[in-house]
Structure formats: structure tokens, C-alpha cells
């Protein structure tokens, strides 16, 4: 093969650079760095507090702790419940039959403490209660807790307290 020597030799130039331009790298001066970590700090406090201290992320917590089916009419029932002092909380406690048909069921109103300010308050507690069935029950349990206040109980009207 021979060479054309009207022909343009290959430019050492030719570089991905040359060819769609140099790539700007874009440098943060410390001034702005500092503000910008400095804002994005105390937005992650803000978030902090808004998370904390909002009305809505209220505690409320229920579990199940024992029972007992004494017989076809009587049940017990222990669970815990942890909830701010000053609040007064009503939970749903049911008795379950082996078809886990509901046996019995009470609605439990708890109040508030009767000292909130005692110093290292437990904001958990266990509370018992018994419930009549109208048939032999297999197992007991709080099925949900929830504020008075609120007034966003659960639709429970087709149950009533045994």
C-alpha cells in the first residue's frame, strides 16, 4: 500500500478532549462548603426536633403479656401499654376462640397517672382485667390501643362488652 502524500497526517492531537471539549471540574470554595454544611446541619436538627416534638408521633405502644380461660363465661387477660403519663388511652381487649371467633370483648380505659411528675417515671405499665365470654375461649390479647382525645377509635361498634 502506498502513501498519499496529499493526505493529512492523523493529528497527535486527537484526544477525546479535543474532540467534544475539555471538562470543567467545579470547585466549592471553603467559604461556601462551610455554608452549606452549616445549613444542612441545622436542617437536620430542625427535622430532629419536628420528629421529637410533634403532636403527631405521640407514643403509644401495646402487647399482649398472658391469659388465662378459667371456664365457657369467665377469661383474664394481662398486657402493657406504654403511653405518655398525662394521656388516657382506651384499649380493645378480646378473647379469641379456637376458630378465632371472637368470645368476649371489654374496651379498657386507662387515665392518666396519678403522679406524672415522680422522678424516673416508667411510661410502660401492665394492666389486668377479665372479661365474660359466651363461649369457651382459646386465647386473650389487646387487639389495638389508641387516645381518647384523638376521638379516632376504631370502628368497633359491631362488638359490645360481654
Known sequence: MTANPNQAAPSAD????TRYGDTKRFHLS???GRIIA??????????TFWFAFSSSSRMLAFKSVGYSIEDATQAWVEFEVTKEPEATVACAVR??????AVAGYRTVVI??????NA???DLTKYYETSLRTDHLGASGEVDT???VEDEEAPNISNFRDY
Open 111 to 116: 387515665g392518666p397517672d396519678e403522679n406524672p
Open 145 to 147: 390501643c389508641w387516645y
Open 119 to 121: 422522678a424516673g417515671k
Open 30 to 32: 471553603k467559604k461556601s
Open 95 to 100: 378473647v379469641l376462640s379456637e376458630t378465632a
Open 38 to 47: 452549616i445549613i444542612a446541619l441545622l436542617a437536620a436538627i430542625a427535622v
Open 14 to 17: 486527537n484526544s477525546v478532549a
